[in-house]
């Protein structure tokens, strides 16, 4: 980045002062990601977040929800299985479901494990859908159908992915086998919220690694895009004032 003369020693100041990474744009106030989401280090570098920690699942979420493009289901748990930071932190997962009852797809617009809706939590703290928890609850995404079947709804789809890097708005794979017939397996829409199982042979399905619990170091959180552009824009004004 170029730097003009005259800032040369003001920007000296912001280096040692200043040492935040912004990852991704999130939209601010929709779902609960800025409290929900904490930043993690993996590589031992403070300067970058590789993961974030979610403190309603405690599970930690890769902050690229992309790596190595879409994969069977096959290639896509082999592939986590084989992720490895160092420092104990392995043993990565694809995220989980609950196939309530065992049977299948049990199609519904609301609070079941097929479809539009599902269920992602009870009181119980049993988490039924990590990734529609993600969805719906963390980054506050609307499904294509509301819960009495309308659609589209206003506003529908992967609008906010908060923090993340690269979630793509398509099928991603999750670890559990569809049981009526185990030569498919579960996955998540994050195009329009909907959960359903394919074949393990499909291979336009993306992988999003998870962790249990809460792995890496921790970071100092990272500011919203707004308090950002509200520090540069104070910076320049700065300038003007001194030209």
């Not at 659609?151 to 529908?156: K, V």
């Not at 359903?196 to 249990?212: E, L, M, Q, R």
């Amino acid at each position: 980045m170029k730097k003009s003369r005259p800032l040369s020693a003001v920007c000296a100041c912001i280096i040692i002062s200043v040492s935040f990474v912004v990852q991704g744009v999130g939209i601010s106030g929709q779902g609960t990601w800025e409290s929900t989401l904490h930043g993690r280090d993996l590589d031992g570098n403070v300067a970058t977040v590789e993961a974030y920690y979610d403190s309603v699942l405690d599970i930690t979420w890769l902050a690229d929800a992309n790596v190595n493009g879409s994969m069977t289901w096959g290639d896509a748990i082999e592939w986590v299985a084989s992720l490895d930071f160092g420092a104990g932190i392995n043993d990565w997962r694809l995220p989980t479901m609950i196939d309530v009852g065992n049977d299948g797809c049990n199609f519904s617009y609301i609070g079941t494990d097929c479809a539009y809706n599902v269920q992602t939590g009870s009181v119980s703290t049993t988490v039924y859908s990590e990734m529609a928890s993600i969805f719906y609850d963390t980054l506050g995404n609307k499904v294509y159908y509301d819960t009495s079947g309308n659609g589209p709804q206003s506003g529908w789809g992967l609008t906010n992915t908060g923090p993340f890097k690269n979630v793509q708005s398509d099928y991603y794979w999750s670890s559990t086998e569809y049981a009526p017939d185990t030569s498919g397996a579960w996955g998540f829409s994050f195009y329009e919220g909907y959960q359903d199982y394919a074949s393990k042979d499909y291979n336009f399905h993306y992988a999003w690694a998870v962790h249990s619990g809460d792995v890496g170091a921790a970071l100092v959180s990272t500011p919203k895009p707004s308090v950002v552009w509200s520090f540069w824009s104070s910076l320049l004004e700065m300038i003007g004032v001194a030209r």
